[in-house]
């Protein structure tokens, strides 16, 4: 069992970062793939990048490649995301997931999530 709580959202002008945190509870958690995603109002459930249970790998959406960077420690049961160069149109609710499958884009087949965390971009 893995329980996550993401942190780190909040209101930032376009062209400003953020780093969103994940912090994952249970033994298990750097035998998992980490995913992040994130949902705009109105629109489905987007996949926003992963990360191998071991770090070694991630994989992104093209619409984030080259701003954001996920990344994360296993000594500290953490994931990271990232932000740079922030657009409006990345204003969503993001979410952080567990999955044994790396990389997985598929949002309906993760294992366990987060509760979300509301990332407001402003113009």
């Known amino acids: 069992q893995v329980q996550l709580v993401e942190s780190g959202g909040g209101l930032v002008q376009a062209g400003g970062s953020l780093r969103l945190s994940c912090a994952a509870s249970g033994r298990t958690f750097s035998s998992y793939a980490m995913g992040w995603f994130r949902q705009a109002p109105g629109k489905e459930r987007e996949f926003v990048g992963a990360?191998?249970?071991?770090?070694?790998?991630?994989y992104y959406a093209d619409s984030v490649k080259g701003r954001f960077t996920i990344s994360r420690d296993n000594a500290k049961n953490t994931v990271y995301l990232q932000m740079n160069s922030l657009k409006p149109e990345d204003t969503a609710v993001y979410y952080c997931?567990?999955?044994?499958?790396?990389?997985?884009?598929?949002?309906?087949?993760?294992?366990?999530w987060g509760q979300g965390t509301q990332v407001t971009v402003s113009s």
């Open positions: 990360i191998r249970w071991s770090g070694g790998s991630t």
């Open positions: 997931a567990a999955d044994r499958i790396f990389p997985n884009r598929g949002w309906g087949s993760y294992d366990y």
